[in-house]
T-cell receptor
Framework: TQLLEQSPQFLSIQEGENLTVYCNSS?????LQWYRQEPGEGPVLLVT?????EVKKLKRLTFQFGDARKDSSLHITAAQTGDTGLYLC?????????FGPGTRLSVLP | SQTIHQWPATLVQPVGSPLSLECTVE??????LYWYRQAAGRGLQLLFY??????ISSEVPQNLSASRPQDRQFILSSKKLLLSDSGFYLC???????????????FGNGTRLTVT
């Protein structure tokens, strides 16, 4: 059983479309992070959300932390081929981070 | 600026052979260090973490071990590899003793290990 679930597992869209991916848990996290990973590389931090209900924007990416701090969403506006990658959410849990299984996004030209 | 180096990038080893993966961090002192394994569809599994020299915590029982002989050096080892040890191994570091929102993980580029 994974502490963090992510959906969808795979997503393939055309360039210019909008999309939302989700990260859900039955546990409360003090903070939650989103990472993007490209093939053959390590994950790179995109954002950290801390406060319930918090919304953060990073150019075309909008991150939201649920009011109860159990879930989060990532919305991408007008997706570009450079957005292709594996999107991972991670929650602070004790002394470490717990990672979700990721959403693999493919943006087609 | 801080950098993390992990090598080798790829490795093919026969079953029963030993393993040594090395990770070093530059530009920071007393980092927390981590070894993760990534399997398809299951995200990142924490294997070991260390908050200081000689201090290793293991998250899952397995065929692997870790050591931290120097402040910014973290080594993942095995005496005899199993087929199930194949995977993508990632080293990471973070600042501070306790996990907090302002101490994200910084990852190396990983080692793709194939045990044949």
């Amino acid at each position: 059983t994974q502490l963090l679930e992510q959906s969808p597992q795979f997503l393939s869209i055309q360039e210019g479309e909008n999309l939302t991916v989700y990260c859900n848990s039955s546990s409360v996290f003090s903070s939650l992070q989103w990472y993007r990973q490209e093939p053959g590389e390590g994950p790179v931090l995109l954002v950290t959300v801390v406060t319930g209900g918090e919304v953060k924007k990073l150019k075309r990416l909008t991150f939201q932390f649920g009011d109860a701090r159990k879930d989060s969403s990532l919305h991408i506006t007008a997706a570009q081929t450079g957005d292709t990658g594996l999107y991972l959410c991670a929650g602070a849990h004790g002394q470490n981070f717990v990672f979700g299984p990721g959403t693999r996004l493919s943006v087609l030209p | 600026s801080q950098t993390i180096h992990q090598w080798p990038a790829t490795l093919v080893q026969p079953v029963g052979s030993p393993l040594s993966l090395e990770c070093t961090v530059e530009g920071t002192s007393n980092p927390n260090l981590y070894w993760y394994r990534q399997a398809a569809g299951r995200g990142l599994q924490l294997l070991f973490y260390s908050v200081g020299i000689g201090q290793i915590s293991s998250e899952v029982p397995q065929n692997l071990s870790a050591s931290r002989p120097q402040d910014r050096q973290f080594i993942l080892s095995s005496k005899k590899l199993l087929l199930s040890d194949s995977g993508f191994y990632l080293c990471a570091w973070s600042v501070g003793i306790r996990i907090s929102y302002n101490s994200p993980l910084h990852f190396g580029n990983g080692t793709r290990l194939t045990v044949t």
